[in-house]
């Protein structure tokens, strides 16, 4: 692991152009970051946008089922290849010039070439390839050529999360917001707990965030666990059982009545619950531990996304860069959810393959949805209730950046993972 030495988090890295460009020239363009989904790449022909800044990249599923990146943009004079988010195609046309590309990247056919002198050499002028690479139905892009591979960046996290079996979960929501904010703003949010129990109350009745464990990994990596179906240990124990917890409760088939006075002792009973009722509903729980079946883990994978995993459901949330304003960002959203298995009496083998055959008749690809701070401000949207509560306060926190009055975060100890984060965005930048 390389020296890190601590950063002062000062108000220059969330309001300066300069400090944006550099981040573009040594962070975004040299990190693994997450792209999209295999499930939108399935078969040959598919395709989709990442847009980061001023990249537009290509994440493509070749007629030989091989995954490929490429930037999107044609060799001959520049343009644009693509401009729809997503779609099938065998081969991409520049509507520029006509200059034609495999969905490979291969230049495949060159209008008029013998206006070229010499014509064209066709693999010289191949769509240029980006590093990309799938794991748990998720695909990662890298810029830099000579960073280190997908493996060796996610380190051990790669193993810690296989048991929820990500890959096999389908998406369910897809959901883009336009911040007035950094994009280091919002992702400091979702590096602390500290704000919790001041924006987010009604987390105080199923969560316990001042027990939650903060973890560290190489490469600018954190985890934070914690303990759900309980209260904030902070607080008295209600003799009754709340509200936050009964919904869940209820579906499990759980007698409300027998839990007074006992609130502690929910989460134990959740987990032996949803154990039993998930081989009843087709739900593999057999690699997860007691604590993953009613607590919620979230990884922060540096640069710009937070993982969130529960027994059957998965977001990503992934922070954005605007193109040109450090004062704006795009914050996206995606939940995955476990489908239940269609073989439900075979209880002893439970599995799921998300193979074409296998999708539920019943599942479309939800459309991507894109609005406004504004929006969910007046209640026109929702990324859910906390989400919401966050994106509240987030534009406050940007403008109080520009004042005279402020040069400095000071960070305590619940907001050591804002730190950490900090110091390798310097260690990229350096």
Request: proline share 4%; aromatic share 12%; glycine share 4%.
């Amino acid at each position: 692991m390389p020296e890190i030495l601590k950063s002062e988090i000062t108000a220059e890295r969330y309001i300066s152009k300069e400090f944006m460009q550099k981040e573009m020239e040594t962070v975004w363009s040299k990190a693994w970051l997450f792209a999209g989904f295999t499930q939108d790449v399935r078969e040959p022909g598919d395709f989709f946008l990442f847009e980061l800044e001023k990249e537009s990249i290509i994440i493509s599923r070749t007629e030989e089922k091989d995954l490929k990146a490429f930037y999107n943009v044609c060799q001959h004079r520049g343009a644009r290849l693509l401009n729809v988010e997503s779609g099938i195609m065998e081969k991409y046309s520049c509507p520029y010039h006509g200059w034609r590309y495999r969905n490979d990247g291969k230049l495949d056919k060159v209008p008029n070439e013998d206006l070229f002198e010499g014509g064209v050499n066709c693999d010289e002028y191949s769509l240029k390839e980006v590093r990309v690479e799938d794991w748990a139905g998720t695909i990662w892009i890298c810029m830099d050529q000579e960073a280190a591979d997908f493996d060796s960046f996610i380190g051990e996290i790669k193993e810690l999360i296989n048991p929820y079996q990500t890959k096999n979960m389908l998406l369910t929501e897809d959901q883009t917001v336009h911040l007035d904010c950094n994009w280091k703003a919002v992702f400091d949010n979702f590096g602390e707990l500290y704000h919790v129990e001041h924006i987010h109350p009604q987390h105080q009745l199923i969560f316990d965030c001042p027990s939650a464990k903060q973890e560290y990994f190489d490469n600018g990596h954190t985890r934070v666990l914690i303990e759900g179906f309980t209260v904030n240990s902070d607080l008295p124990i209600p003799e009754e059982v709340p509200e936050t917890m009964w919904a869940q409760m209820e579906a499990l088939d759980m007698d409300r009545s027998s839990y007074k006075g006992r609130v502690r002792d929910i989460r134990s009973d959740i987990q032996m619950k949803k154990r039993e009722y998930g081989k009843l509903l087709g739900y593999n729980y057999d690699l997860l531990s007691d604590e993953q079946l009613s607590d919620i883990v979230q990884y922060n994978i540096f640069p710009n996304t937070v993982l969130v995993l529960q027994p059957d459901e998965f977001w990503i949330l992934r922070s954005r860069p605007h193109e040109t304003d450090p004062n704006k960002c795009l914050w996206d959203k995606f939940t995955m959810r476990m489908p239940p298995s269609k073989d439900t009496n075979n209880n002893a083998n439970l599995s799921f393959n998300l193979d074409k055959e296998d999708v539920p008749s019943d599942w479309n690809r939800p459309h991507h949805d894109e609005f406004t701070q504004d929006d969910i401000i007046s209640g026109e949207k929702t990324m859910t209730i906390t989400i919401d509560q966050d994106i509240q306060f987030i534009r406050d926190v940007q403008k109080g950046m520009h004042s005279r009055g402020f040069k400095a975060a000071k960070l305590n100890t619940d907001e050591a993972r804002v730190q950490y984060f900090h110091d390798w965005l310097d260690y990229y930048m350096k």
